[in-house]
């Protein structure tokens, strides 16, 4: 095995983001020697260049819309990305047609007459692999950066067949020795214009608009570090919902400059009439305080909140009261939208004091009121009292039935500091029943800020739980929300140490826009 630490930049000075990737070196490192064409061969070779490399050039007929499966005139299989494999790194081969997502590619414009090539399954493009400019160079799929090795020049001829040529290094998607036996890799060489560098492109459909399509996971990273109480996006790679690359270049996406300056606990939501999302956070920075008591005694009634239409442009931050005076704290607020009431219950964790210094000592509990737009608040009411702590509380609907779940704050018991579940066919009901506790024990030391989503393709829940002071998010998963059992994913990547946020399932045109505009 070999741990490759960084990647080279496209440039000198551009932004350069260590990742660690971990693959078989005999796969990718083969030798680069490259067989002679029999000299009849080659002759025919060179006169079917001639044709297709120093023809009337003609522009490739590509829908950016469309995912296609793409062929190799030389063997008739299709480029497929090896094993299904998610992973930055996995090898590029040719293969039988399946149909799968593995083997399904969209084009993506990336200027100056070149396309990124992007994988289905992954989200990931194309690439040279280690920005090698050599014959024979691996071809791999890798974290979408737009970078010279991810760009490609796509040249269509007269019989409908295309060539596409590397930007970085000038050559030309190749199966390697001329190959026509499946799980042959794919390589690039000198543009020679033979058929085993020929590719038709054969659509699968649109990128589905609408369609269910990938996550966007928006965190904070905790109050480590200064900038660690803002927002930071990852993005999955592609319809993955366990595998996640950040956004932004590892940087925040959205600051709070109000307040006391910090946005912990970010969630968003989407109005289901206007379309336009709310992201409300907790209006709190620890980071250089560290004072707990003061900050759940003294701290913000407020709700940090902003508004986008696309979820990538969000508006300035502002602030909006919804906890009353006798309230000390206002942490980890989401919201869910009400059928019942044509509108969103938000819902916060608050410790509430009955002298008006808030000396005296007392215990969180989750409150929540309503709202349509997230400047008018209907006046705060108490939703769990259980006569001891319990804060960040997140929702969930299946079949009609909501399902809460709620971080038990009680130390010393074998429960607390760990989940607890609870069920109601009314959303504002303050009398839920209950169904299972100790969710994340045995796996995780302690947990808190629960987040709950739906995969797009399947009848699966995933629930990540925030191990604070450890890991961060851990993710849990299962198929029947009322059975309340929840088992450890074994199988994950999540981006850095990830701390209390929110996922949101996507549309395909939702995860475009995310994806092209970082």
């Given at each position: 095995m070999y741990v490759d630490l960084a990647r080279a930049?496209?440039?000198?000075?551009?932004?350069?983001?260590?990742?660690?990737?971990?693959?078989?070196?005999?796969?990718?490192?083969?030798?680069?020697?490259?067989?002679?064409?029999?000299?009849?061969?080659?002759?025919?070779?060179?006169?079917?260049?001639?044709?297709?490399?120093?023809?009337?050039?003609a522009q490739a007929a590509v829908d950016t819309d469309t995912w296609y499966t793409i062929e190799s005139r030389h063997s008739g299989l299709v480029l497929d990305i090896e094993g299904a494999s998610t992973d930055p790194g996995a090898g590029l081969i040719q293969y039988n047609a399946t149909g799968a997502a593995n083997q399904q590619f969209r084009f993506i414009d990336a200027g100056d007459g070149y396309h990124r090539i992007q994988a289905r399954h992954s989200g990931h493009s194309l690439d040279v692999y280690e920005w090698n400019p050599d014959n024979g160079a691996d071809i791999v799929q890798w974290t979408d950066n737009n970078n010279t090795v991810q760009q490609w020049q796509v040249t269509e001829n007269a019989e409908g067949y295309h060539t596409f040529v590397n930007r970085f290094s000038g050559k030309a998607l190749d199966v390697w020795n001329q190959s026509t036996e499946p799980g042959s890799r794919i390589s690039q060489y000198d543009p020679t214009g033979s058929t085993n560098q020929q590719w038709r492109l054969n659509p699968e459909g649109g990128t589905g608009g609408d369609d269910p399509y990938g996550y966007l996971f928006a965190y904070m990273l905790g109050e480590g570090s200064a900038d660690g109480e803002q927002v930071y996006y990852a993005l999955s790679r592609g319809n993955n919902p366990l595998a996640y690359d950040a956004l932004n270049g590892g940087q925040p996406v959205a600051v709070s400059d109000v307040g006391e300056q910090g946005a912990r606990d970010p969630h968003i939501v989407?109005?289901?009439?206007?379309?336009?999302?709310?992201?409300?956070?907790?209006?709190?920075?620890?980071?250089?305080?560290?004072?707990?008591?003061?900050?759940?005694?003294?701290?913000?009634?407020?709700?940090?909140?902003?508004?986008?239409?696309?979820?990538?442009?969000?508006?300035?931050?502002?602030?909006?009261?919804?906890?009353?005076?006798?309230?000390?704290?206002?942490?980890?607020?989401?919201?869910?939208?009400?059928?019942?009431?044509?509108?969103?219950?938000?819902?916060?964790?608050?410790?509430?004091?009955?002298?008006?210094?808030?000396?005296?000592?007392?215990?969180?509990?989750?409150?929540?009121?309503?709202?349509?737009?997230?400047?008018?608040?209907?006046?705060?009411?108490?939703?769990?009292?259980?006569?001891?702590?319990?804060?960040?509380?997140?929702?969930?609907?299946?079949?009609?039935?909501?399902?809460?779940?709620?971080?038990?704050?009680?130390?010393?018991?074998?429960?607390?500091?760990?989940?607890?579940?609870?069920?109601?066919?009314?959303?504002?009901?303050?009398?839920?029943?209950?169904?299972?506790?100790?969710?994340?024990?045995?796996?995780?030391?302690?947990?808190?800020?629960?987040?709950?989503?739906?995969?797009?393709?399947?009848?699966?829940?995933?629930?990540?739980?925030?191990?604070?002071?450890?890991?961060?998010?851990?993710?849990?998963?299962?198929?029947?929300?009322?059975?309340?059992?929840?088992?450890?994913?074994?199988?994950?990547?999540?981006?850095?140490?990830?701390?209390?946020?929110?996922?949101?399932?996507?549309?395909?045109?939702?995860?475009?826009?995310?994806?092209?505009?970082?």
């Open positions: 930049p496209a440039c000198p000075g551009a932004p350069h983001v260590p990742v660690t990737l971990t693959y078989d070196r005999e796969l990718y490192m083969r030798p680069r020697t490259r067989r002679r064409l029999p000299g009849l061969a080659a002759a025919a070779a060179l006169a079917l260049a001639a044709v297709f490399l120093f023809g009337p050039p989407r109005h289901p009439d206007t379309g336009t999302f709310y992201m409300i956070a907790t209006d709190l920075k620890i980071h250089g305080d560290g004072d707990w008591d003061r900050a759940s005694r003294h701290g913000s009634r407020s709700l940090v909140v902003w508004e986008s239409s696309d979820l990538v442009n969000w508006s300035s931050a502002r602030l909006e009261q919804v906890s009353p005076e006798s309230a000390g704290n206002t942490w980890a607020p989401e919201a869910y939208w009400d059928p019942s009431q044509n509108a969103f219950v938000v819902y916060w964790a608050s410790k509430l004091y009955s002298t008006g210094d808030h000396s005296d000592d007392t215990y969180h509990r989750m409150m929540y009121s309503t709202t349509t737009d997230f400047r008018n608040f209907s006046p705060a009411q108490v939703w769990v009292d259980k006569g001891y702590s319990t804060i960040d509380s997140t929702i969930a609907e299946d079949g009609g039935t909501y399902y809460r779940y709620t971080k038990d704050e009680r130390s010393g018991g074998s429960c607390g500091k760990f989940i607890l579940s609870e069920f109601s066919s009314t959303l504002t009901d303050t009398d839920w029943s209950f169904q299972t506790e100790c969710i994340g024990s045995g796996t995780i030391d302690q947990g808190e800020g629960p987040l709950v989503f739906k995969s797009n393709t399947e009848n699966r829940w995933y629930m990540f739980i925030d191990e604070y002071g450890g890991d961060g998010y851990t993710p849990f998963e299962t198929t029947d929300l009322s059975g309340g059992q929840w088992s450890p994913v074994s199988n994950y990547s999540l981006p850095g140490r990830p701390r209390h946020g929110t996922v949101l399932p996507l549309t395909a045109s939702q995860y475009e826009t995310i994806q092209n505009a970082f």
